[in-house]
């Protein structure tokens, strides 16, 4: 397969801007066809427009980062700089603070002299704030004032700064949910979720698995200037696979069988122990376990309607399509096996079922049943 037919117009566009604007070393490939991907694709690069901060969703090893570059790249920033912060790394109130924005000498152990920062070193471009869900409150507070004021004062400063920087945040977790218990500043997560993109999961991208696969073996084989391929047997364990840990997992999943196949062909026993490592550890990380009852007991209850708790949570990808087959199936159980008496159920009213049976159709969220009562 040529390098250019797992990639749209669009997401060659985006590579070659990533190889001009910083050569191999941040070379910004978007592999995939799948049509949920082109469309988040589509709305980032009208967000890159814009000047307003952007949040990026998704589960992890879906490609955040590269949606982030791939905004910058896009934007009128792309020749000032773009500089990335993983967020989880600031334990402490004090050291975030002085690494995003500066510190002045003297004002705590070990500030021997004086600091910029990563809003200060990134004046006129953007700053990417990954795993945003993880910045202490002292940060949320600092950042919240940066995005509506542009200025930041220095740890140990008197005076504010002016700093011209567009934020672009991402997390894979759910934000409104830690703004409800209290763990994200409703203030601040209002100012970053207007632009709101969200990448797919792996699993909701059809056959884009194999193309991702393809162009890792091709790189590996580049570098050690041989070919492997999968075999027929290893492609078909590798399309019944959920690909829990997105991209990341396919990518290890290819590497792990490239280097234990001792032949041309890759097959599924030289990279099981992988695939099986990937599956326990991805069950603890990506989307929240979901209980369909207790969904289905709140639509039920009229607490809150299905098009806000269910439908905006999947086109967020805060839930995945899986976890609403579950809840489908819930409703169909209390209603009997009606799709319009579980719509009932839910909140849906009448004039909107079609509606509701449109977004069930459309992304294949219909559990599997061997008769219907609809």
Known sequence: MHPAADQTELAQDIRRRSLERWGPS???VLVGRDESLQESLRRLV??????????????????????ARALYLKSLRSTQPFLSVNCAQYLGDQLVASELFGHKRGSFTGAVSDHRGVFQDADGGIVFLDEIGDLPH???????????????????????????????????RSLDQMVAKGNFRKDLYYRLQCLRVAVPPLRDRGNDWSLIAEHFLRLL??????????????RRT?????????????RGCVETGFYLSETGKIHTVDFWEALEHDARTNELDGVPLVDPREYCDRLCSGEVDFWTLVHRSFMDREINRTQVRAMIAE????????????AELFGVKPGQYLKFMDFLRHHRLKPMRRHSHA
């Open 238 to 250: 590798l399309a019944n696979h959920p690909w829990p840990g997105n991209v990341r997992e396919v």
């Open 138 to 172: 002292a940060g949320q507070a600092m950042l919240l004032r940066v995005i509506s004021e542009g200025e930041i004062v220095p740890v140990g400063g008197t005076r504010t700064k002016q700093v011209d920087v567009r934020v672009v945040a991402a997390t894979n």
């Open 331 to 342: 409703g169909l159980r209390r209603s009997l096996g009606s799709y319009k008496g579980a």
């Open 46 to 67: 009208r967000f890159a427009a814009a000047e307003s901060p952007v949040l990026i969703t998704g589960e992890t090893g879906t490609g955040k980062e590269l949606f």
């Open 221 to 234: 084989g580049q570098a050690r200037d041989t070919v492997k391929v999968l075999s027929g047997e290893a």
């Open 26 to 28: 941040l070379e910004t």
